[in-house]
């Protein structure tokens, strides 16, 4: 395992054991096994670091959602795009928790971390909103895309912080994907409608 790697691999642990306050430049080195110089070669100190671990974070999910050729989605490929993004979160949560508001509070993204966000959504923009009509604008697009993204970001949120349920066994996964299913049929029952003269 190269340097770099083991520096971001050692953040994702601290910050998932104590968040943006527990990332430091000597206990990200402590736990890489690598001096604070060799960070500073790689990274521009926590900022760097943290802003790395973004980019990361949204190429993961922005990669996870790639499975729609160009062109119009079936339920199945847009429910198969859920899946990644579920996945990302289970998978790799330092960064789903970092990119979605877990941050130190004196992190500002980078004009790099800012455009992987960008592109991450906008993909999940074309994903959601090539399974409505080709007339569909850009605003309904957005909205089915915030509407998903809400129902799968809120089963991993809640994944990631439950608390009164250790004793039940639950699967988010298809809890997250049975709700993205009724919305998608929700759009089938709209898009069925014959609109009035």
């Known amino acids: 395992m190269d340097a770099r790697t083991k520096i971001l691999n050692a953040a994702s642990e601290l ?31 926590k900022q760097g670091i943290l802003d790395a671990l973004y980019i990361e974070g949204f190429n993961l999910v922005r990669e996870a959602m790639d499975v729609i050729p160009e062109g119009k989605a079936s339920k199945e490929q847009v429910l198969e795009a859920c899946l990644g993004y579920l996945n990302v ?64 970001h809120g089963y991993v949120s809640i994944s990631h912080h439950m608390v009164f349920t250790h004793d039940i066994d639950l699967d988010w996964k298809t809890m997250a994907l049975r709700v993205v299913e009724v919305q998608l049929d929700a759009v089938d029952i709209t898009k069925a409608k014959v609109k009035p003269f």
């Open 15 to 45: 910050f998932l054991e104590g968040g943006g306050d527990a990332l430091s430049v000597r206990g990200i080195s402590k736990r890489a096994g690598l001096s604070t110089i060799g960070i500073y070669s790689h990274f521009q100190g």
């Open 89 to 152: 979160g289970a998978q790799h949560e330092a960064h789903y928790r970092l990119i979605f508001g877990e941050s130190d509070a004196g992190y500002q993204p980078s004009s790099e971390a800012i455009a992987a966000r960008d592109s991450a959504f906008s993909k999940l923009v074309r994903v959601a909103g090539s399974y409505l009509p080709e007339d569909a604008s850009a605003t309904e697009r957005r909205q089915i895309a915030l509407d998903i993204w809400a129902i799968v």
